[in-house]
């Protein structure tokens, strides 16, 4: 169901309005393929998706890059105690992960790359940070200077320790000028996966990789970088500095999607805790439209609590929705209305209340635009 009207205003997006200048450039940071996946994941993917069906409606060009973080120190562990060589590990984890986006409804990106694939793209990305004095090299491994991340990213101290920390930086590597730097290329020993650069044998560092990633598929720039609100920092602060420090350009991302985190009585989910709600069980019982349903009627930043009753709830709202949809009323007021509300933040939750009380065609152009068929 296409649309032959100009959006009735720019997309505006966390705050920012971002008129469009060519095509919508989408960096998603996508999964370390080392576990199933959860709902915690999936929300960031369902929301990306409604941004881009939205976008695509409003007859603006769009072009999404989603990485597959399959090097990664924790996926390396994960397969050593599965037995299993990581590269095998990784893709049947990713195929997995594949087919829960696809029953989510969760279209492909245009580009995935995989992080094994732009290893050289990360030695370049080091080369040119060692050039302008924003990393060094020890022992094997480049390190980047972080002091300048932290301090503009408003955390304390403290606070950024404690996220680096939580996200497995070692903080008392003696061979760090200071402990918030963060390797960029990392030496490797004994099995770990390891590639030839002019450090000796290593692999990439992970902000990197998605810095590498994003350069490699976009240049210096990107209109909108999306991913989980838990990665903000150290994840989102160290790639854009990494990529504003080795190409003079910033800002490195127009604007930023950091969706908020999905928890179970207050606490986020995670693997750690153990409260997990897998897609694939909740797909089972549910239809993938009313999953759909559950992440998008709430604001996209907003952190939220999933409970058994928000899915009874969504199945409602769904079902009111296509009784609406069923109605033989067509206003274009209505329409105009339910697109402005999209690009306005992606209000998913407005344009759901207009095409409830309207009804009809436009009732049914939302069902299409978010995929609730």
């Not at 606070?159 to 390797?183: C, I, M, N, W």
């Amino acid at each position: 169901m296409g649309h032959d009207l100009l959006p009735p205003a720019p997309l505006r997006l966390g705050g920012r309005s971002l008129p469009a200048v060519g095509p919508v450039r989408v960096y998603v940071c996508g999964v370390t393929p080392y576990d199933v996946t959860h709902l915690g994941h999936a929300a960031t993917f369902v929301w990306v998706d409604a941004l881009v069906r939205t976008l695509r409606h409003a007859n603006l060009a769009v072009e999404v890059t989603r990485n597959v973080t399959d090097v990664d120190d924790v996926l390396t562990e994960a397969a050593r105690k599965a037995g299993s060589p990581y590269d095998e590990y990784a893709a049947i984890h990713q195929y997995s992960f594949e087919h829960d986006m696809s029953e989510l409804g969760v279209r492909r990106p245009d580009r995935e790359p995989r992080a094994h694939r732009h290893v050289g793209d990360v030695v370049r990305l080091a080369q040119a940070l060692l050039e302008v004095g924003a990393a060094y090299e020890v022992n094997g491994t480049v390190y980047f200077r972080g002091a300048g991340t932290v301090e503009s990213s408003g955390l304390t101290t403290a606070e950024a320790h404690a996220r680096l920390t939580e996200f497995g930086e070692d903080l008392a590597d003696p061979a760090k000028e200071s402990p918030v730097d963060v390797p960029v290329w990392r030496a490797s020993r004994g099995d770990d996966p390891a590639w030839p650069s002019p450090w000796g044998p290593g692999r990439p560092g992970w902000h990197a990789e998605c810095t590498a990633m994003v350069l490699s598929a976009y240049g210096s720039s990107i209109d909108i970088h999306a991913g989980g609100a838990d990665l903000a920092f150290p994840h989102h602060a160290y790639e854009a500095a990494q990529a504003e420090a080795a190409t003079g350009v910033s800002p490195f991302s127009r604007a930023w999607m950091r969706v908020g985190t999905v928890g179970i009585a207050g606490e986020k989910m995670a693997k750690s805790t153990g409260n997990l709600v897998l897609i694939s069980d909740l797909l089972t019982e549910h239809r993938a439209a009313a999953v759909r349903l559950m992440i998008l009627d709430r604001p996209w930043s907003q952190a939220w609590d999933y409970s058994p009753a928000k899915l009874v709830e969504a199945e409602g709202r769904l079902d009111a929705l296509h009784a609406s949809a069923g109605r033989r009323d067509t206003s274009e007021t209505a329409e105009q209305e339910i697109l402005r509300r999209l690009l306005d933040d992606v209000d998913v939750s407005g344009a759901l209340g207009v095409a409830l009380e309207s009804g009809g065609r436009s009732a049914r152009v939302l069902v299409h635009i978010l995929g609730l068929e």
